[in-house]
């Protein structure tokens, strides 16, 4: 139904700065959460940022506050992730997802639609 594709992932120096995007085709409307989710080597699939589509409300995780924001051109239907002041632990394989409906704080498995995944790598 809804096809996402990110990009704009690569290799940075640690205190960089880097833009994902994420571009949706297919069935889409405005209603429905947009979020960023991240995944390194051996662990588990971590929530980054989510934005409501209609309204941008945002919300961010811990590790990533101050340092990330989320934003979004409807007519373009393509999310951005600004990611500055990069640290080698961000390092990881991210992935833009897509949820029918308003919820922020929704989870990896509660996401209906994926993306491919970009890798960005944060050397030292």
């Known amino acids: 139904q809804v096809q996402l594709v990110e990009s704009g992932g690569g290799l940075v120096q640690a205190g960089g700065s880097l833009r994902l995007s994420c571009a949706a085709s297919?069935?889409?409307?405005?209603?429905?959460?947009m979020g960023w989710f991240r995944q390194a080597p051996g662990k588990e699939r971590e929530f980054v940022a989510a934005i409501n589509w209609n309204g941008g409300s945002t919300h961010f995780a811990d590790s990533v506050k101050g340092r990330f924001t989320i934003s979004r051109v409807n007519v373009k239907n393509t999310m951005y992730l600004q990611m500055n002041s990069l640290k080698p632990e961000d390092t990881a394989v991210y992935y833009c997802?897509?949820?029918?409906?308003?919820?922020?704080?929704?989870?990896?498995?509660?996401?209906?639609?994926w993306g491919q995944g970009t890798q960005v790598t944060v050397s030292s």
């Open positions: 297919g069935r889409t409307s405005s209603s429905y959460t």
């Open positions: 997802a897509a949820l029918y409906g308003y919820s922020l704080y929704a989870t990896a498995a509660e996401y209906d639609y």
